[in-house]
């Protein structure tokens, strides 16, 4: 049977690439539609699509609407798919206007989304996205975003990445056939990572691309996170995922192959996750908890970033703001051997339960049902 896995994005995506090996190692084929992307070169896709989308198309512009339904068109009589697996909302709901059986992948929950982008949009902080983005087209992402979820999830199997996003979308009219299937690593990624060895010395890392936009999400605020490095005898702060200028105390690391990047943590102490609070933490579900943990780091998370919390179980520590992590790290830089007890134990339950393939299942499941 022939899966075809419509998108907006490009490739690569970690999501996409997880459920296309979930599948083909289930003997599907799977077909790829989605942007052009010249430089991707894995060869696990039976066939590949280009798709050109624009920021217009996404948000409903008719005329930009129907030049890419018009391609997904061509795409379905061509390609002629038994199953089509949606990957974000703007091609689910194309092929829920043609009628055609569906699975939709959740993972940014669109209502809530379509808030915190009008949310960045409107900030005196933003630039490159403000620019962009017309007054309209905000209005249209408020209106039309969760109206479109509401619509697919409730006539389609769908997946999602956290109990909490689930429990939303069942709401919506679909509560029986919406899967939990969180970004962990696959278990092949993973299974070389060796168990963490014991630091005297203490680094903190963070990591992920947040930091190279030049917009200030109001949900991944960083903001003072340096300064309480450089101002406090909490140890190293090790940055993972963008380039800058070291210096005392603070030290770059780049952008990292994912096998380089867990050898790379591996090495470290503490995986933070300092977001200020904000009102969607609650829906976030980010996947570097889950890498900090493969990792054997020690997680300090933001208390409003709830999802963690309830998956980790008590292994992680939680903070309120600044004041709470310098306490946290100042404590573990003074009782190592506690700070590594927790760190074996993280790693432990991680290789155990932080894992994709503990979730196939529901992914197959769901092509089943279609």
């Known amino acids: 049977m022939k899966i075809l896995y419509l998108t907006s994005f490009g490739l690569p995506n970690g999501r996409i690439e997880k459920s296309v090996l979930t599948a083909t190692n289930n003997g599907y084929k799977v077909i790829f539609a989605g942007r052009e992307s010249p430089q991707y070169k894995n060869s696990i896709f039976y066939r590949m699509y280009s798709i050109t989308w624009n920021a217009k198309a996404r948000f409903g512009i008719p005329y930009y609407w129907h030049m890419v339904r018009k391609q997904i068109i061509k795409i379905i009589e061509d390609a002629r798919p038994d199953i089509i697996h949606a990957h974000t909302i703007f091609p689910a709901k194309m092929i829920n206007d043609l009628g055609i059986p569906f699975i939709y992948d959740d993972n940014e929950h669109w209502a809530q989304y379509a ?4 949310e960045i949009t409107n900030s005196k902080n933003s630039s490159r996205i403000g620019r962009w983005l017309t007054k309209q087209m905000k209005k249209r992402a408020i209106s039309l975003w969760p109206t479109w979820e509401k619509e697919i999830v409730s006539n389609h199997p769908t997946l999602t990445v956290s109990e909490r996003i689930a429990t939303d979308l069942k709401k919506m ?19 070389n990572i060796n168990t963490p060895k014991y630091n005297k010395e203490i680094n903190s890392v963070y990591q992920g691309r947040d930091g190279i936009s030049v917009d200030i999400y109001p949900h991944k605020n960083l903001e003072g996170l340096e300064n309480i490095f450089l101002k ?6 090790i940055f993972i995922g963008w380039n800058e200028k070291n210096k005392e105390k603070i030290f770059f690391k780049g ?6 990047m867990f050898t790379e943590m591996s090495n470290y102490d503490i995986g933070l996750l300092p977001w200020k609070k904000h009102w969607s933490h609650p829906y976030l579900n ?7 943990a493969h990792s054997g780091l020690l997680i ?14 008590g292994k992680n520590e939680t903070i ?32 155990k339960n932080l894992l994709w393939d503990r979730y196939e299942e ?9």
């Open 362 to 370: 529901c992914i197959l499941h769901a092509y089943q049902i279609c």
């Open 232 to 237: 406090n005898d909490i140890g190293n702060l």
């Open 115 to 118: 808030k915190v982008l009008y």
């Open 173 to 191: 009219g679909n509560k029986n056939d919406v899967f939990v299937v969180p970004n962990f690593p696959l278990e092949a990624e993973i299974k």
């Open 255 to 260: 952008l990292l192959p994912r096998d380089v």
């Open 320 to 351: 309120d703001n600044y004041n709470d992590l310098i306490t946290k790290i100042s404590y573990y830089k003074e009782n190592t051997n506690d700070l590594y007890k927790k760190r074996i134990e993280i790693y432990n339950f991680a290789k």
């Open 286 to 292: 980010p996947n570097k908890y889950a890498e900090y």
């Open 300 to 313: 300090i998370n933001t208390s409003s970033l709830e999802t963690i919390s309830d998956t980790l179980k």
